[in-house]
Nanobody, 126 residues
Framework: VQLQASGGGLVQAGGSLRLSCVDS????????VGWFRQAPGKEREFIAA????????YYTDPVKDRFAVSRDNAKNTVYLQMNSLKPDDTAVYYC????????????????????WGKGTLVTVSS
């Protein structure tokens, strides 16, 4: 599994961006994927996740109802659609993968992830 996140950029508050997380490996469908972000001066936080099949998703409160995670296993890609962006969403966004098994998505943790991609910077201007 080799992940690469992309799609970040500068956007005005209220706007939208779609991030992509592509795996150049060949076992992508065996892994759940989580999205994390790290704002300037803050610790990295878990924000969303999707199961291996894509049938289940989880969002933390700061992004619930604004962000949507999806995946296309045929393209080895997970997406994070971000709508109604706020300046507080400014951060470097990372995707990470883990063979989650029966562990529920809400228990996904930064320390538990097996593979990380390089981040992509999202800047939301007011």
């Amino acid at each position: 599994v080799q992940l690469q996140a992309s799609g970040g950029g500068l956007v005005q508050a209220g706007g939208s961006l779609r991030l992509s997380c592509v795996d150049s490996g060949w076992l992508f469908s065996n892994y759940a994927v989580g999205w994390f972000r790290q704002a300037p001066g803050k610790e990295r936080e878990f924000i969303a996740a999707i199961t291996e099949s894509g049938l289940s998703r989880y969002y933390t409160d700061p992004v619930k109802d604004r962000f949507a995670v999806s995946r296309d296993n045929a393209k080895n890609t997970v997406y994070l659609q971000m709508n109604s962006l706020k300046p507080d969403d400014t951060a470097v966004y990372y995707c990470a993968a883990v063979a989650l098994g029966t562990t529920p998505l809400w228990r996904m943790t930064e320390d538990g992830m097996e593979y990380w991609g390089k981040g992509t910077l999202v800047t939301v201007s007011s």
